[in-house]
């Protein structure tokens, strides 16, 4: 959810659980805005929380122009002093893949992962040889925060527009999805360049707007039932969590440019669902 709305836009998730306190709140209004004009940002979104069973990683994004391109990702275990994270690397996501359980809480926490490997021997014979390979906890936390965006990260039908370059920005336009809409899983899109259109059959995809559906929308995500969409506060606020990453929320205001998410969780997927549901 954008920094600069923070204070108001937390109390949409409160009922799943997701609060703030008073001082954690200005401290990240305070400090994010520093982030923000500090790396002349478009705009700081706060991501979220990790837990870990020392401290707390609290989440944010800085974008540019480009919101899909143009990103990087901060924690923080205090609110005020921001590091940035590594880029999580294709060689990062399989080592990380390895490492099982809660966060320690402490960013230079190392993970020790044996690899047995075989290598040539005397006489045509093949040898194991052990490799110790060390993985920081901060690159675990890339990866993980990596993963919860491409898997949940959605947004509104309409909320983001394609340009004739590629560059995908905020849709001025964008007026919110009516009630009726705000109730359907195609009216949301998994906001990832990774975002598949190949479900759909030619019928649906000869009444695509190119400029606005060019994202893959969540109703087709396995397994089925993943997502549970609630209405709150009467009509007035739609909520959609994620059971595959329990923890998020998105949140929407019908008929209306507010929208927002947030991810507070231990940063474990759960691999249960499919027996869950």
């Known amino acids: 959810m954008d920094s600069a709305t923070l204070h108001l836009d937390i109390d949409y998730v409160g009922s799943s659980g997701i609060l703030l306190s008073t001082e954690q709140k200005t401290a990240l209004q305070n400090s994010l805005l520093i982030l923000k004009h500090q790396n002349k940002f478009k705009k700081v979104v706060f991501w979220g929380k990790i837990t870990g069973c020392s401290k707390d990683y609290f989440v944010a994004q800085g974008v540019g122009n480009d919101e899909m391109k143009e990103k990087k990702t901060f924690y923080s275990?205090?609110?005020?002093?921001?590091?940035?994270?590594?880029?999580?690397?294709?060689?990062?996501?399989?080592?990380?893949?390895?490492?099982?359980?809660?966060?320690?809480?402490?960013?230079?926490?190392e993970y020790e992962h044996v690899e047995i490997r075989k290598v040539p021997g005397e006489n045509g014979e093949e040898n194991e040889e052990e490799t110790t390979i060390a993985i920081r906890e901060e690159e675990r936390l890339a990866v993980t925060?990596?993963?919860?965006?491409?898997?949940?990260?959605?947004?509104?039908?309409?909320?983001?527009?394609?340009?004739?370059?590629?560059?995908?920005?905020?849709?001025?336009?964008?007026?919110?999805?009516?009630?009726?809409?705000?109730?359907?899983?195609?009216?949301?899109?998994?906001?990832?360049?990774?975002?598949?259109?190949?479900?759909?059959?030619?019928?649906?995809?000869?009444?695509?707007?190119?400029?606005?559906?060019?994202?893959?929308?969540?109703?087709?995500?396995?397994?089925?039932?993943?997502?549970?969409?609630?209405?709150?506060?009467?009509?007035?606020?739609?909520?959609?969590?994620?059971?595959?990453?329990?923890?998020?929320?998105?949140?929407?205001?019908?008929?209306?440019?507010?929208?927002?998410?947030?991810?507070?969780?231990?940063?474990?997927?759960?691999?249960?669902?499919s027996f869950m549901l």
């Open 77 to 109: 275990l205090d609110c005020s002093k921001w590091a940035l994270l590594p880029i999580a690397t294709d060689e990062l996501k399989i080592l990380c893949s390895r490492i099982k359980g809660r966060f320690a809480g402490d960013p230079s926490y």
């Open 145 to 273: 925060i990596d993963a919860i965006d491409r898997d949940v990260k959605i947004v509104p039908r309409g909320a983001y527009v394609k340009l004739p370059t590629g560059e995908i920005q905020s849709n001025p336009s964008f007026e919110g999805l009516s009630t009726s809409n705000a109730a359907k899983l195609t009216s949301y899109f998994h906001f990832d360049k990774s975002a598949s259109l190949n479900k759909r059959n030619l019928m649906q995809k000869a009444s695509f707007d190119k400029s606005l559906d060019f994202l893959g929308d969540i109703s087709e995500d396995v397994p089925k039932g993943s997502w549970s969409v609630q209405f709150e506060r009467g009509d007035a606020v739609v909520t959609i969590r994620s059971l595959l990453w329990i923890g998020y929320v998105f949140y929407h205001i019908p008929d209306t440019r507010s929208y927002g998410h947030v991810y507070v969780g231990n940063g474990e997927i759960n691999l249960d669902l």
